[in-house]
């Protein structure tokens, strides 16, 4: 059963793919929103299921993109709202960069412009630390949490099965990385597929953010330490803690897994050869392409990909779900909330233009997000997890995702924030950089992440709020 109580150092990664598309603009009469990939795909279904749960067919929608990446993003958003344009209406944050925009005074305060009742809803109902995400250190609620993510290991049921093997008991008794790694190379070797385990490992945001993030909890590491006590600061004075040894096991982990045993920096006990060199330069959709077309034996992503993979096209009841591996066992790492398994926790948020003419419209929009019948509609056309636990647990008639609301809710309950303070803009690509070359081999590992500490340390001290 998820509990919101646990989710008590949690909050926001990237989960989504890269956007595309228009900027701005558009009709005066709609109220415009940037939107996901999922959502801009699936528009008419999306923008039904808004007015199916009580959003005014009055209102217009306009779905168009921020971006075509988390970064072209945040510029173009600091670009509208500096400017004090009126247009886009509403903008869909990611969760991890929405506090520096709320810092900044560039969002409309929702309190007391939302009804008391959906205020309460999202304040006492909802993933807690989703919702910290969008609120001021009053705890004031500037966005809604239009969804949470956490990833799982997807995998081919009917390969796994082949070879021997049973993943579906571990649905929510996770599997070792060790085990794992054993058993994903026993079924590899038996498989005819070109690819064993696919994840992220460019030199990109998804690495720092989320899968380099989870490698290092894993096994019992952080960023500055404990993270109950510094995940958000505070800024320059709180331990870099990169350095240490969890976190060199962890990259000499992931390095096994591409590279072999007989690499430097790698670790005998690990079974390698099971991940692509490609992972170099595989953001989300490149990896998982080949495991949509049935080529690999498992996919680390989020949970907007199982509604692809899951489907009749795809792989269909083929793919089973499980939560990720663990380098140590939960309770037994460095610090506490690490160990065990360990998913990145990402989600995007709703946030009002405080520019927008359409104030009322865009409050009626928020407003209508926060509704079960809305969310259960979402879960199930696209893929994205309710914010509100209940919501979730009472979907196991949603077709495709409903398959798997175990292992979804083991890993909602076993989840990893980045470090998403103001500052963290600026650390993600050091993060992402000095990561990928421990990774790929330019650098080693203890030289990395000794670079890693040193810049981590600099942009600490030199930020000024």
Known sequence: MLRRRRFVITASATATAGLAGCYGGGSDDALQLTATNEWRNNSDEITQALYDAGLSEDIELELISGGQSTDEMQNQY???????????????????????????????????????????????????????????????????????????????????????????????????????????????????????????????????CCVFNEFVTSWGGAYFGNPEEYLYGPIGDRPVTIDEEPVLQSLRMARTFIHGTDAPDTLDEFAGGITSEEAFQWGLSPSMQPFTDGDAVALRNWPYSININGADDALGEDMGVMPMPYGVPEGEGEYPGTGGSIGALGGWN????????????????????????????????????PPNPDILEDATDVSIMGRYLEPLSFAGDHTMARPATAVWSQQSDPVAQEANAALMGDAGVEDAMSELASRLTDLEESFES
């Open 78 to 208: 600091s670009q509208w709202l500096s400017s004090r344009q009126e247009k886009p209406d509403l903008l869909a944050f990611d969760s991890g960069w929405t506090l520096p925009f709320i810092v900044r005074g560039q969002l409309q305060n929702l309190e007391g412009e939302l009804p008391s009742d959906v205020l309460d809803t999202v304040h006492e109902d909802y993933f807690e630390q989703s919702v910290n995400t969008a609120t001021d250190s009053n705890a004031e609620l500037y966005g809604v949490p239009l969804y949470p993510d956490f990833p799982t290991i997807q995998y081919r049921k009917d390969l796994v099965e082949d070879a021997g093997y049973d993943w579906e008991q571990h649905r929510t008794d996770p599997l070792s990385w060790e085990q794992f790694s054993h058993e994903l190379q026993d079924v590899y070797e038996q498989a005819d597929v070109a690819y064993g385990y696919n994840w992220q490992a460019a030199s990109e945001i998804q690495l720092a």
């Open 350 to 385: 709703y946030c009002v233009n405080p520019n927008t003419d359409r104030l009322d419209d865009a409050l009626a929009f928020l407003e209508t997000l926060t509704s079960p019948e809305f969310q259960r509609a979402n879960f199930e056309l696209v893929g994205h997890i």
